[in-house]
């Protein structure tokens, strides 16, 4: 039962334009979440968060947006950078347990 | 600050072994949770343990088992390992969900081939 899921499991972008990652959920439990990025070998780095009570949340190069009618949120990156490719995931919380999708592989190109 | 620290990082076992991973927290988190990552695979969700306590697992056999001790370092065992429990296993902590904890930092994993 994958209550997270990310359905593109791989985006290509030129660098300095924008990369848009999206993330749907089915669990209207959940109130707060975040997007990690991974490189190979490595383990996952937190990004960027946002509460259920917002509806976006910047942080430099990057803003959450959160459509919870909609049970949708995108992860916009402006403008993306070669050292932007990675792997990224979304994760949802409902009380303490993390459910993550099963990630976006972003290249992008320069 | 230190962040999650593993170990091993690398560790190879054959068919039948058990091996044990480790983990500490960063200061202050009460709680770990264990993530598996197969190859190509997204983070599948282990277990979690908060204040010495497990207190949920997911969908694994109980083969796959833990623990968190006093300094809410914790521990990964796998026993009778098989060919596909051959991944990356992640562990990561937070604070506990009642001093703010919902957002959990990752270490840098474990590789952990089985032969």
């Known amino acids: 039962d994958q209550q997270v899921k990310q359905n593109s499991p791989s985006l290509s972008v030129q660098e300095g334009r924008i990369s848009i990652l999206n993330c749907d959920y089915t669990n209207s439990m959940f109130d707060y979440f975040l997007w990690y990025k991974k490189y190979p070998a490595e383990g996952p780095t937190f990004l960027i968060s946002?509460?259920?009570?917002?509806d976006k949340n910047e942080d430099g190069r990057f803003t959450v947006f959160l459509n919870k009618s909609a049970k949708h949120l995108s992860l916009h990156i402006v403008p993306s950078q070669p050292g932007d490719s990675a792997v990224y995931f979304c994760a949802a919380l409902d009380f303490n347990k993390f459910y993550f999708g099963s990630g976006t592989k972003l290249n992008v190109k320069p | 600050e230190a962040g999650v620290t593993q170990s091993p990082t690398h560790l190879i076992k054959t068919r039948g072994q058990q091996a044990t991973l480790r983990c500490s927290p960063i200061?202050?988190?009460?709680?770990v949770y264990w993530y598996q990552q197969a190859l190509g695979l997204g983070l599948q969700f282990l277990l979690w343990?908060?204040?010495?306590?497990e207190r949920n697992r997911g969908n694994f056999p109980p083969r796959f088992s833990g623990r968190q001790f006093p300094n809410y370092s914790s521990e990964l065992n796998v026993n009778a390992l098989e060919l596909e429990d051959s991944a990356l296993y992640l562990c990561?902590?937070?604070?506990?969900w009642g001093s703010g904890g919902n957002t959990i930092y990752f270490g840098e994993g474990s590789w952990l081939t089985v032969v």
């Open positions: 343990y908060d204040e010495g306590e």
């Open positions: 946002i509460s259920s009570i917002k």
């Open positions: 200061s202050g988190h009460t709680s």
């Open positions: 990561a902590s937070s604070r506990n």
